[in-house]
């Protein structure tokens, strides 16, 4: 059985197809008892539909520098409150 953590290093290569029928197998069985790598695996899916539905766009310079600057402080670890 696989854990969450196994599942979130094999996450990109299901996504992408990419992984073994039996691999397949196994991961599904884990989604299918596991509620939180399903929303994980759905949220992911859905995200990378809208995101190439979307085409390439261009962000103003301050709303891309303050999303990198967030995205690399919660990623670090870093909390910050809304405001």
């Given amino acids: 059985m696989f854990s969450c953590e196994e599942f979130r290093i094999e996450l990109s290569n299901l996504v992408d197809g990419e992984v073994s029928p039996e691999l397949r197998r196994l991961l599904e069985h884990h989604l299918a008892d596991c509620g939180a790598c399903t929303v994980l695996y759905d949220s992911t899916r ?29 990623w670090k670890g870093e909390t910050e409150e809304p405001g």
């Fill in 46 to 74: 859905k995200t990378l539909t809208i995101l190439s539905d979307a085409g390439a766009f261009e962000l103003a310079p301050e709303i891309s520098e303050r999303l990198a600057e967030r995205i690399l402080s919660t």
